[in-house]
Each structure stands twice: as C-alpha cells, then as structure tokens.
C-alpha cells in the first residue's frame, strides 16, 4: 500500500467516527497533520536572489521580494464537499475564497504568489521545477503519523468522555 492509499485509508476512518468528533475537532486534526507538508514545501519553494517586479490585478507593477512564494504557502480548508479536507499551496489572489480550519493557523492573503504555476511548471524560457511534487513526497510519511496521532488523541478523549 502506498503512503498516498494509507493517508485515504485513514481519513475514510476519520470520516466513520465523524459521528463522534466534533466538525472542530476533525479541523483541528486536519491541520496539525497538513503543518509538515506546509514546512517541507515552504523549504522546497525556490527563492530568488533578488526582487523583481510583477503585474498585479489592474495592470500596476509590484515589487516582489526574495521568498514572496515561500511566505504565500499556508494551509486552509477545502471548499465545501463530502470529505473535511485541508489544502496546503501558495495563495493566488487577493480575492481568494480561503478560510481558516478551526484549530489551525490563520490565513492572509497579503502574500500571494499567482505566478507559483510559472515556476512549477515551467514556461517558454524557465525550466520547471516541480517543488510541490518533491514535497508531497517527502512530506507524505509525516503527514500520515500526525494524521494517526491526531486521531488517537481525540479518540482517547471521546473514549474517556463516553466512561465519565
């Protein structure tokens, strides 16, 4: 089973015991399993040397410093669905529909970095460099254990609510 099949694995069995944990609770665990996939790709994100300027909404130029990309990676909720979900990727537009998870950190669009897909997939003179790739990676085996952890320590307290 890949690491991928085992974190599906393990959220379908979050979703059977949504019954028993609050919508808060399951957030809060979503976002503390989703903070090193946050961590890895903020070190995978590539940074410049220098600042360069970017056309931003109406046509204006922006200055952009060194790590704008990094600093615009941050974890939010999943539009509505079946599933809880927790996402973690640059924010792209200051019109963003993000919202934070209950539990988890809070989210802004002041730093976005729309132009992430350029320098992931590459453009007519830019290589691409796939660092959201290398980071679900590496981040996977991680994100799996605070998953399970998390689970457990609300499982043992709902356990120990059901007895008291």
């Known amino acids: 089973m890949t690491t991928k099949q085992e974190i599906d694995a393990v959220i379908g069995k979050l979703e059977l015991f949504r019954k028993r944990f609050s919508d808060e609770e399951i957030e809060t665990i979503l976002a503390a399993a989703a903070q090193p996939a946050q961590d890895v790709m ?43 979900a927790a996402l973690v990727g640059p924010v792209v537009s ?3 529909k993000i919202k934070k998870l209950k ?5 802004s669009r002041a730093k ?15 290589a691409p ?12 085996v ?15 307290k709902n356990i120990q609510q059901i007895f008291d």
């Open 103 to 107: 539990g988890g950190p809070s989210v």
């Open 42 to 84: 903020k070190s995978e994100a590539p940074q410049s040397k220098q600042p360069h300027t970017i056309r931003d909404g109406g046509g204006r130029f922006k200055k952009v410093r060194p790590g704008n990309l990094k600093n615009s990676i941050q974890i939010f909720k999943a539009k509505k669905g079946k599933r809880a």
């Open 112 to 126: 976005r970095a729309f132009y992430w897909k350029f320098v992931s997939y590459g453009t007519a003179r830019q």
């Open 129 to 140: 460099d796939r660092f959201i790739d290398r980071a679900r990676g590496k981040s996977a």
């Open 142 to 156: 991680a994100v799996l254990a605070k998953l399970k952890s998390g689970i457990r320590k609300y499982a043992d």
């Open 94 to 96: 200051k019109t963003s």
